[in-house]
């Protein structure tokens, strides 16, 4: 899975010298998806290697499997391609930097576990740098980890997560379209339209109607 989330990167960016440094990234891009891969990045580099100096090998290995599968993979590229096939080039060249950014970093660490695959995919994105086991190993930044950004995100995708269940239930095929009427309070219903291009293309939600006193 790691592997083909790297080639639909690669795939979408036609010149390596086009990545743009994250210190450099503009900070007015970063949408709430984004404040969440990060936090839970730096979360998870904390808690592997809290495991690592405890030498509890296989948790830290379990921490970062999770990252990857379910956070990275599952989601953040899912939501990235909102972007990565829109006609904002600003935007598109802001997500594929994010989005390698996070991905050098599991590499990194991916790579005590599984060197060759690895160094292979570090190569794709650093042609023309250190091999990975000469890189420097990551380290967290508390300032990073924010609860409420991964809390905003996680009710977002709770909401999908319950559109997708609802239609699976009533036997309505993905692809069909759909409104969304929600009644919640002010907070969460306007997360939901904050993000409505992702309901719109994740669950086809083509009208969108929330407040609090919806009937």
Known sequence: KLWNCSRFLMMNIENTNTIIKFEKLDLNLFEVVDYWILS???RTIQEVNNHLNSYKLNEAIKIVYNFIWKDYCDWYIEFSKNRIYGDNDHERI????????VLENILKLLHPYAPYITDELWSHFNPDKNILLHTEWPKSNNTLIEKDKEDEFNFIME??????????????????TANLVCRGNKISTNLIKEN????????????????????
């Open 196 to 215: 409505s291009k992702y309901f719109k293309s994740l669950v086809k939600i083509t009208n969108i109607k929330v407040g609090e006193d919806i009937v």
């Open 94 to 101: 802001f997500v594929l930097s994010f989005g390698v950014h």
């Open 40 to 42: 839970k990045l730096h």
């Open 159 to 176: 909401v999908i997560i319950a559109i997708r269940n609802m239609r699976s239930k009533l036997n309505i095929s993905p692809k069909k």
